[in-house]
Each structure stands twice: as C-alpha cells, then as structure tokens.
C-alpha cells in the first residue's frame, strides 16, 4: 500500500556509511517534522511563570501526566528518567497524531512512522538497553535475580529462571510490535473502508446507498477510535517502558 | 489444496483470533468498570494497572493480525 512505502527523497546516490546508503526518505522527513513540532509546543511551555498561561499550562499537563506514571511505577528512584520517557511519550504521541492528519485535503501525503516496525523497534531496543544498563550497573550479577522470583521452591528454580528469561527477552520485541501493528492495523482498516466507498459509489445508486454511506459512516466512527488508540499506545509504550525500569531499579 | 488458497484461509483463521483477544479486551475494561463502581475512590489509582491488563490482552490480538499480513504477504 502506497501510504506505508518509504521511498528516498534525497541523497540515494552518494550518501552512505560502510557502504550502506543513508538517503533522507520520507519516514526521516516525518521523523524530523515530529521533533520539530514537539520542540514548538514544548519551548512555548518554557516561560516558567507563577501564574502558568494556557500553553504553559498545557506543557505542564503533559510534564507532571509523566512525572506522576513515573513516581507511582518506580518510585522516587524514577524521578531520573522523566526527561527520557517524556520525550519518549510525547515523540509517539505526536507521532500517531501527524500520520491520522487529514494532510491529504492540501496535497501532502502523510507518513505514520509508527507504522513500521524499524521505527518503533528502535525505539523498544533503546528501552530494553537503559533496562539491562540500569540493572547491570546498580545490581551487578545480583540483577539475575530478576529471573528468580522470591520464593520459589528450590526445585522449580531452572524451570522458573527459563520462562522468566524468555518472557524478559520477549520483551523488547513485544513493545515495539504492539505499537507498529496497532497503527499499521488502524491505517490498513480506514484504507480497506475507503475503498469500500469509492468502489461503492462508482458501482450505481444501489451499491452507493447500500454500501458506500454505511462505510463512510463507520469510517468516521473508525476515525475517532484511531484518535483515541493513537493516544492509548502511546500512553501503554511509556507505561510499559516505566514498568520495564522499575525491574531494573528495584528488582521486583 | 491449492497453496494460494491455503494462504487466504489460514490469514482468514487468524482473523478469529482477534476476536477472542477483543472478549479480553472487553472482559479487562468489564471488570475494571465493576470494580470501580463498586470503589469510585480506589480507581484513579489503579489506571495503570487497567492499561498494563489491556495492552497484555491486545498483544495477542494484534499477533493474530501480524500471522494474517505474514501469510498475505510473506509465505511465497
């Protein structure tokens, strides 16, 4: 499907690194639109003060919604990670948004990179990495005790410590897999409607009334429900990502 | 059985399980709403918890969905 092709727009000749080509395509484009819109609505929230205007107040919404995920699943030990998983939240978050814009309308083609698994995997793997730094640094060898849950009968120990191995190494591909398929599933959904309606409507009165209106209704509704799971898995990926820290902070 | 069709059929299966994980889905946000009717004061603080149950749920669903666009588009 078109909408989920990534093509280069510059560059495809001569860049590269260690061979491999690093041409700037449109996913990169997205990318750098995201961060640049996230940079203005978090720099018009910086003029600290007392009394905090709409904006401010706004940014402060999003800030303190992260600071408080963060104190009730780690604890006082996750005050550190606030900036990480804001940026991490709010990059998703606007993310989802810009590719459900109906960009279409001026001509622009809008590209959801949270749509494919190199972006969202990425994301994950940074995840995964702060966890295993985290733990290793803190807990040293003893961070394996996150295998070993307290109390578990000595003989079940090597079966236990495999299937928490496997469940925390499952974890990293999870995350990332949620995020992409729920936006990819979303976007192939509206485009399976929408060609429900143009088929339709070019098929004669009755196929029009009987099949393209009811699909163009239900794409609206699909429409607010894309709205809501776009802020919905932003919100899990940084929850979970707040859970996975708090393995490695506190070891269960 | 032609392998084409055996593809479509097998993509046409998974489908089924996406709507198994949407009973888990409903049964995780049913059960979240009966407790916290019971304890309207209780259940701010347990979003998290609801959230963390749902993406467990849906996982298995989307899953479902990745099996479906693999045997599409990947099994030649």
């Known amino acids: 499907m078109h909408q989920f092709a990534i093509e280069p727009l510059f560059g495809s000749n001569n860049w590269s ?11 990169a484009l997205w990318m750098a639109l995201t961060v640049g819109l996230l940079m203005l609505f978090v720099s018009g929230g910086l003029k600290r003060q007392l009394v905090p205007g709409r904006w401010q107040m706004a940014v402060e919404t999003f800030t303190g919604f992260v600071d408080s995920m963060l104190a009730t699943s780690v604890g006082p030990n996750g005050k550190k990670y606030v900036p990480y998983v804001f940026s991490l939240f709010m990059f998703i978050l606007f993310a989802n948004y810009i590719g459900l814009m109906p960009l279409g309308i001026v001509g622009l083609h809008p590209f959801t990179l949270t749509s494919h698994f190199t972006a969202t995997g990425v994301l994950s793997i940074m ?17 394996f005790a996150l295998f070993v849950p307290h109390g578990t009968p000595l003989v079940m120990i090597p079966l236990i410590f495999v299937v928490e191995l496997i469940s925390f190494l499952v974890r990293p591909f999870s995350l990332g897999l949620r995020l992409f398929v729920a936006m990819m599933a979303g976007h192939v959904l509206l485009e399976v409607l929408s060609s429900f309606v143009i088929s339709g409507g070019n ?18 509704v699909i429409s607010a429900l894309e709205l809501l799971v776009a802020g919905i898995q932003a919100y899990v990926f940084a929850l979970l990502t707040c859970v996975y820290l708090n393995d490695a902070e506190n070891l269960h | 059985m ?12 998974a489908a089924i399980g996406c709507g198994l994980a949407a009973i888990g889905v409903g049964s995780v946000f049913g059960n979240f709403l009966a407790g916290a009717l019971r304890n309207p004061g209780a259940a701010d603080g347990q979003q998290g918890r609801l959230f963390i149950g749902f993406a467990a749920a849906e996982l298995l669903g989307l899953l479902s969905f990745v099996v479906a666009m693999i045997l599409i588009f990947v099994v030649k």
């Open chain 1, 17 to 27: 690194i260690a061979g491999h080509n690093i041409a700037f395509t449109n996913s």
């Open chain 2, 2 to 13: 032609d392998i084409e069709a055996a593809k479509v059929l097998g993509a046409g299966f």
């Open chain 1, 127 to 143: 995840a995964f990495s702060i966890v295993l730094i985290v733990g290793f640094a803190r807990h040293g060898l003893h961070f």
């Open chain 1, 203 to 220: 098929g004669g009165a009755l196929t029009f009334a009987a099949a393209a209106v009811p699909s163009f209704a239900l794409m609206i």
